[in-house]
């Protein structure tokens, strides 16, 4: 496994293996890797011939100092895991590698990001769709792999791959969860152990909705019973609860088709941020 720090390596690197006709599967990440970030890996390389994954936590896609300052780092713990899976190559710039200079474009995405993280963190999505269009730049793979459990941000992306035309076949895995339902996600390493316990609480209304909104409970009563919960729940605050439209991410009134259909959630467990989804039918 190769670990390139700069875009000129990993560019040589990639050009040679696409000379020789090699399909180059791409995960992009922020590191502190878990296994929701593996399953990702493991799926281009069922794939592909070569697994790029890149590690780079963008500065630019924080709104919120604190968050970045914390946001947790193990690059040598990563790279072992990443090898241990036959990770062909690791792409993990510094900061000025990919910045010589702060970007001036605004990339704006219309509807699909005027709710929920749009909402909760400003300009989040312009510094995601800055960041992926620069990688997909540099790494030029054949299909990029996406977790399921940032669903706004993979929608952001599909619509910037569709609009800009890039080359690049995107897929959307499943979410990978620990045994009480919590989604695997690099800010769990912030919970303390009690708090991972009651994290618990966003799969289980999630759960809860899924279950209601399929014997036919309004999606109306539906939000206020989850709503309700939370106000009784202590130890978390609820950001937002949607049930919207999996492709454009618009909130829905009813049920029409439930295979349309997404429950997405976020909130707080002590001063840690968590997001989950879920679609309604698999
Ligand atoms: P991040 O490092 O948080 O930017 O995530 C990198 C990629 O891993 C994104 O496509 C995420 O959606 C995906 N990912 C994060 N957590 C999970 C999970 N629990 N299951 C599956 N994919 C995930």
Redesign the pocket.
């Known amino acids: 496994m190769i670990l390139a720090y700069k875009i000129s390596d990993i560019k040589n690197f990639l050009q040679a293996q696409k000379a020789a006709g090699k399909r180059i599967g791409f ?6 890797l ?1 296994q ?2 593996l ?2 890996i493991e799926a281009s390389k069922r794939e592909n011939d070569i697994t790029v994954c890149s590690i780079f936590v963008n500065p630019e896609q924080f709104n919120n100092k604190e968050d970045l300052a914390k946001y947790p780092k193990d690059l040598d713990a990563d790279a072992k895991m990443l090898e241990s899976l036959g990770c062909d190559a690791v792409f993990c710039p510094a900061d000025r590698e990919m910045y010589l200079k702060k970007p001036r474009i605004k990339i704006s995405f219309g509807k699909l990001e005027e709710v929920m993280e749009g909402i909760y963190r400003k300009d989040h999505f312009n510094g995601v769709a800055i960041i992926v269009a620069k990688l997909f730049h540099i790494i030029n793979p054949d299909t990029a ?6 669903l706004q ?2 929608r952001i992306i599909a619509c910037l791959v569709d609009d800009l035309s890039f080359p690049i076949v995107l897929k959307d ?5 620990e045994t009480n339902g919590l ?4 800010r769990n390493s912030r919970l303390s152990k009690e708090e991972k316990i009651q994290a618990g609480v966003f799969y289980q209304s999630l759960k809860k909705a899924q279950k209601a909104l399929l014997e036919g409970v309004s999606v109306a009563q539906v939000k206020n019973s989850i709503t309700q919960d939370f106000k009784l729940t202590p130890f978390a605050q609820l950001e937002y609860f949607n049930i919207v439209n999996r492709l454009d991410l618009q909130e829905v009134k009813q049920i029409e088709n439930p295979k349309d259909v997404a429950l997405c959630i976020a909130g707080y467990v002590g001063n840690v941020r968590l997001i989950d989804n879920m679609y309604l039918i698999s």
Not at 145 to 150: A, E, L, S, V
Not at 173 to 177: G, K, V
Not at 183 to 186: I, N, R, V, Y
């Open positions: 995960v992009p990440t922020m590191g502190a878990h929701g970030h399953s990702l792999y996406f977790g399921q459990k940032d941000q993979f895995m499943p979410i990978i969860r989604a695997m996600s690099s």
